[in-house]
Structures are given as structure tokens and as C-alpha cells.
């Protein structure tokens, strides 16, 4: 069965270090997104991505965060300059349309010291 | 604003107990979905089921059976003869369907532990 691949599974990190988190998404999916998850809390949603550029974005989505897909198949998220408070799960989410089911990855662990 | 919320924050029961957990959201959107998802201790979220807001049929899929109730905007998911692999947290989310694609707002979850 098709998947959304992530790597890395768990990366540390110094704080004010740029941090790239990638994304394989299923091979036929259009849309593209990306969620965090702080430990013991709930899922939230940080970014759409469709036709080459962000659809949607959350007020979590500052300026130090950016969003790609330089090669047509990877989806990438970049964190400029990491914060202690970015420590959390990332997962990445894929889609054929927009009416509802996304394929999960299985997360990104980003530990910022 | 659309609002996912999951009253329980922690259940505990003992193996084959029938379990509920609650789900109420809202939203102003006539067209949206709502879906439950698993988080089991290794992290992964697990899709369990999705319904869209004009299907109000309840679903049953072996141990597991899904409320949707449009009047009181709730969906609740019932586990019937839990086992000690169904604990997990439990997200009961919402999708607000855009033409550029769609933004999940997820509850905060149930935390269900079930002891043998």
C-alpha cells in the first residue's frame, strides 16, 4: 500500500540551527500539507500546499518557516532558525483532492537544546 | 472558526468493556467532513474512518461503530469489547473543504487506556 514517507525520524537540533524535514508524498497526490504536534498536545495545522505554492497557512506559519517542492516529488519543510519552542512532531499529509482523507507520514521528531 | 472539542481527556477501562468517546465540532461550512484518527504510543496517526456532513447514516466496522448526529453537531465513536491494542489517543478532526485544499482542525484528543 502507497505511503508518505518522512525522514528524518528524529532530529536534535541547537536552537538558532535551520532544520529541513522532508517528505516523499504518494506518487499520484496533489495536495500537500504539513502538522505539528507538541508533545501531549493536539494536532495542529501549519501549511497547505497545491499547484506549486502555499494555499493556506496558520498563524503558526511565521516568517521562519518556508515550504518546497524543489524536485517535483519531495515536499519539504524548512525552519530558518529553531527555537526551543519548535521542538514537537511534524508530520506530513498528502491528498488526491481536497475533499477529505489525508495519508499521514509517520512523523518527524524535532528535539531543539 | 471551526472547533473540534473532545470533552474526555482520559478514560481507563477494563478489557470488553464497550467504551464511548465523544466528539462535538462546529463549523458554519454546510460541506465538511469529520474523521476519527488513532495515535498509538508509537506516534503514527492511524485513519480510521471519514463522513461527510450530508451523510448521516451510523457506520459500523467490526469492534468499532460511529455516531453522527448533525442536530446536536456530534460524532461520537464507540468501541465495543475493547482490547488492551486499543489504547491510543483517539482525534476526532474536522475538514473545511476549500477549492485549494483543506485544513483539518483536529480535538485534543482522548487519551483511552484499556487494562486487562
Known amino acids: 500500500e502507497p505511503e508518505v514517507t518522512q525522514t528524518p525520524s528524529h532530529q536534535v537540533t541547537q536552537m538558532g540551527q535551520e532544520v529541513i524535514l522532508r517528505c516523499v508524498p504518494i506518487?499520484?497526490?496533489?495536495?500537500f500539507y504539513w502538522y505539528r504536534q507538541i508533545l501531549g498536545q493536539k494536532v495542529e495545522f501549519l501549511v497547505s500546499f497545491y499547484n506549486n505554492e502555499i494555499s493556506e497557512k496558520s498563524e503558526i506559519f511565521d516568517d521562519q518557516f518556508s515550504v518546497e517542492r524543489p524536485d517535483g516529488s519531495n515536499f519539504t519543510l524548512k525552519i530558518r532558525s529553531t527555537k526551543l519552542e519548535d521542538s514537537a512532531m511534524y508530520f506530513c499529509a498528502t491528498a488526491t483532492g481536497n475533499t477529505g482523507e489525508l495519508f499521514f507520514g509517520e512523523g518527524s521528531r524535532l528535539t531543539v537544546l | 472558526a471551526q472547533k473540534v472539542t473532545q470533552a474526555q481527556t482520559e478514560i481507563s477501562v477494563v478489557e470488553k468493556e464497550d467504551v464511548t468517546l465523544d466528539c462535538v465540532y462546529e463549523?458554519?461550512?454546510?460541506?465538511?467532513?469529520l474523521f476519527w484518527y488513532k495515535q498509538p504510543p508509537s506516534g503514527e496517526l492511524v485513519f480510521l474512518i471519514r463522513?461527510?456532513?450530508?451523510?448521516?447514516q451510523n457506520e459500523i466496522s467490526g469492534r468499532y461503530s460511529w455516531n453522527f448526529q448533525k442536530s446536536t453537531s456530534s460524532f461520537n465513536f464507540t468501541i465495543t469489547a475493547s482490547q488492551v491494542v486499543d489504547s491510543a489517543v483517539y482525534f476526532c478532526?474536522?475538514?473545511?473543504?476549500?477549492?485549494?485544499?483543506?485544513?483539518?482542525?483536529f480535538g485534543e484528543g482522548t487519551q483511552l487506556t484499556v487494562n486487562p
Open positions: 478532526a474536522l475538514n473545511s473543504v476549500k477549492s485549494s485544499g483543506s485544513r483539518l482542525t
Open positions: 463522513r461527510n456532513s450530508f451523510d448521516e
Open positions: 463549523t458554519r461550512d454546510t460541506t465538511y467532513y
Open positions: 506518487s499520484n497526490h496533489l495536495y
